[in-house]
């Protein structure tokens, strides 16, 4: 039904900046909100920045200041750029679109969807 579709992850030294992007395809009418998580093996996966389509945005603390979140709600995509990354940041994101209307034959219904996640390494 709807994939989404990650990139851009990969090594940078502690400092640095990379920049991520997910796009969603599929039967989509309109997605609520998109994200933007990360798992690493010490953590419990963890929300770091979200935006709705209302364009309020969401961040976690440790990012503040350092990541920015935005979307093109028409192409239906997500980027993150993250910028002065330090050792803690390394783990795997997961793109996220939530509450997202797909159209089912003459049906409309709701789903969340998760991306097969990018791994984003930090070296100090």
């Known amino acids: 039904q709807v994939q989404l579709l990650e990139s851009g992850g990969g090594l940078v030294q502690a400092g640095g900046s990379l920049r991520l992007s997910c796009a969603a395809s599929?039967?989509?009418?309109?997605?609520?909100?998109m994200g933007w998580y990360r798992q690493s093996p010490r953590n419990e996966r963890e929300l770091v920045a979200m935006i709705t389509d209302g364009d309020s945005t969401n961040y976690a603390d440790s990012v503040k200041g350092r990541f920015s979140i935005s979307r093109d709600s028409a192409k239906n995509t997500v980027s993150l750029q993250m910028n002065s990354l330090k050792p803690e940041d390394t783990a795997v994101y997961y793109c996220?679109?939530?509450?997202?209307?797909?159209?089912?034959?003459?049906?409309?219904?709701?789903?969340?969807?998760w991306g097969q996640g990018t791994q984003v390494t930090v070296s100090s």
């Open positions: 599929g039967n989509i009418i309109v997605i609520k909100s």
């Open positions: 996220n679109a939530d509450h997202v209307a797909v159209l089912i034959g003459l049906t409309v219904k709701e789903y969340d969807y």
